[in-house]
């Protein structure tokens, strides 16, 4: 799909030979194409939807896919899902974490976190499991008119001074104005443009 191109017109600020004249300025109607159908990538369709801004997601899964387990939103979390309108559904969907203690081998307490003080009391940190965001977030990106494509694993990329084209398995490809890269760990587009850098473990662990 190629960008849309419409006509502005815009009267230029100066009178050669006394008289106005107009030019036609030929601008490419912004189209970002967002790679990668998580969390991230739908969250951003719905926010570029929000200004106005068209994009369609891509997905290398073949169908939507309900993996993963739960996981803490922060309290700047919790802000960005009510600037989108989902503030209440999640809250709806998920419970809230008052405070954290870690413990030892033995069962001892070791230490413990209030998470609810004046600062974050009003978005405070929520316990959510991943497929029911990404059910919130699919529902809320249908309403709002975001395309999501799925079985679409991108291969390559091309850019120019106007516009990127993805390229994907299937031999489809893509063009628009801007490209988001939201395919996880192991980002294809992050491999592409930092081809050089290589990802090197910090040492955390996580368990679920």
Same mark, same amino acid.
């Not at 030892?104 to 230490?111: C, D, E, F, R």
């Not at 998470?115 to 059910?135: A, F, H």
């Given at each position: ?12 600020? =100066? ?61 700047? /979390? ?6 989108? /309108? #989902? ?27 209030? #998470? ?54 299937? /031999? ?31 040492? =955390?662990?996580?368990?679920?």
């Amino acid at each position: 799909m190629r960008p849309i191109v419409f006509v502005n017109y815009n009267r230029l600020k =100066y009178k050669p030979n006394g008289l106005f004249k107009e030019r036609v300025i030929k601008v490419k109607e912004k189209h970002v194409l967002i790679i990668g159908g998580g969390i991230a990538g739908v969250a951003m369709g719905i926010f570029l939807k929000k200004q106005g801004i068209s994009s369609s997601v891509y997905e290398s899964y073949p169908i939507k896919k309900d993996a993963g387990a739960a996981f803490g939103i922060f309290p700047n /979390g919790m802000y960005v899902l009510e600037e989108i /309108g #989902l503030k209440q559904e999640v809250l709806r969907n998920s419970w809230s974490i008052k405070n954290f203690e870690m413990y030892n081998m033995y069962g001892t307490v070791m230490s413990t976190i209030n #998470l609810v003080d004046e600062d974050n009391n009003y978005y405070p940190m929520q316990y959510i499991t991943r497929s029911n965001l990404m059910s919130i977030l699919f529902e809320k990106a249908q309403d709002e008119g975001v395309c999501i494509h799925y079985g679409k694993k991108l291969i390559n990329l091309h850019q120019d001074e106007t516009s990127v084209t993805a390229f994907f398995e299937d /031999g489809t490809q893509e063009t628009g104005t801007e490209l988001i890269g939201a395919d996880g760990i192991h980002s294809k587009i992050r491999q592409n443009i930092f081809n050089q850098c290589s990802m090197v473990y910090a040492g =955390y662990s996580i368990i679920q």
